[in-house]
């Protein structure tokens, strides 16, 4: 029973690595999505009626410059999150040792075996798989393979780990995604409701199921979207992550970019380096 059960989880986990060959498909599939909405949402309803005039052209310019603005925030940060490595740990990395109060290198001799073997230490953990120890808040993922710093969840829409040094940018990625498909949504609103309705509707049958289609994604992405993005929220706010996730200057907030300030504080954000002295401020990091 015992080989059955490490079977199965062998083949769990080779199932899980396979997921890599999701990559491509994905990014491709985020990009039809766009691609079908801009075709809906900018040349075929909103592009020709800038020439119409009157009410209908100023409310065209508006809902476009708007569509364009948070289009350009959702493929930026999308892109950031796909091509920035989450953290790793790096080589040879060991836990800082405090020796006032009495610790010891845990990576020596006896206390790397013990370490090896105890699975219930809170402050050294060690992954057997990467052969390594693991800071605080790191975890293995098995689709990647390896050890991610601050590891949040293996996401298949951007082909990439969630970590400590793209979780602000997967928060923005679901922020304007949201915002988005809100705009989309309530823009189409109108065009969709014609469908059910007697009115002779002008287009061909090519633009009217794009139009249809466009406004059914959008729906669905905007109500997923935003379960998804108040649960992080949530998680974020119960973890004072805030400046953890975000950083100190708030002028970086809305942009996939940290500041200088933060970029010096990452290792103690991303848990490679720990303060343990009774005097620590966490209110600092």
């Known amino acids: 029973m015992y ?73 930026w940060c999308y892109f950031a999150v796909v091509f920035t490595d989450p953290g790793t740990v790096p080589p040879n990395w060991k836990p800082a040792v405090d020796e006032e109060r009495g610790e010891v290198d845990p990576l020596n001799g006896v206390e790397l075996s013990n370490l090896q073997s105890d699975t219930s230490n809170q402050r050294f953990r060690y992954c057997r798989k990467c052969s390594q120890p693991k800071p605080p808040r790191c975890h293995h993922c098995s689709v990647c393979g390896r050890c991610v710093l601050k590891m949040d969840h293996h996401c298949v829409w951007v082909v990439n780990c969630v970590g400590a040094s793209n979780y602000k940018y997967f928060l923005l990625f679901l922020f304007y995604t949201l915002l988005e498909t809100t705009i989309v949504t309530i823009s189409l609103l109108p065009h969709f409701k014609t469908f059910f309705t007697d009115e002779e509707i002008p287009g061909t049958p090519g633009t009217l199921a794009t139009t249809f289609l466009t406004f059914v994604l959008n729906l669905a992405f905007s109500l997923s979207v935003l379960g998804f993005l108040v649960l992080h929220m949530s998680l974020v706010a119960s973890n004072t992550t805030t400046i953890e996730v975000f950083g100190m200057d708030k002028g970086y907030w809305f942009i996939p970019a940290y500041s200088e300030e933060d970029i ?3 290792p103690v954000l991303q848990g490679l380096e720990y303060p343990t002295t009774p005097d620590f401020n966490a209110q600092e990091f």
Do not use: Q
């Not at 009626?49 to 409310?59: E, H, K, M, N, Q």
């Open 3 to 75: 080989r059955s059960g490490a079977g199965m989880a062998w083949n769990v986990f080779r199932f899980c690595t396979a997921l890599r060959g999701l990559g491509s498909i994905m990014i491709l599939m985020v990009l039809g999505v766009v691609g079908v909405t801009y075709y809906a949402v900018v040349l075929t309803n909103f592009g020709p009626a800038l020439f119409v005039g009157g009410l209908d052209t100023l409310i065209s310019f508006v809902v476009l410059i708007l569509f364009h603005c948070l289009l350009v925030m959702l493929l």
């Open 264 to 266: 010096r504080r990452m």
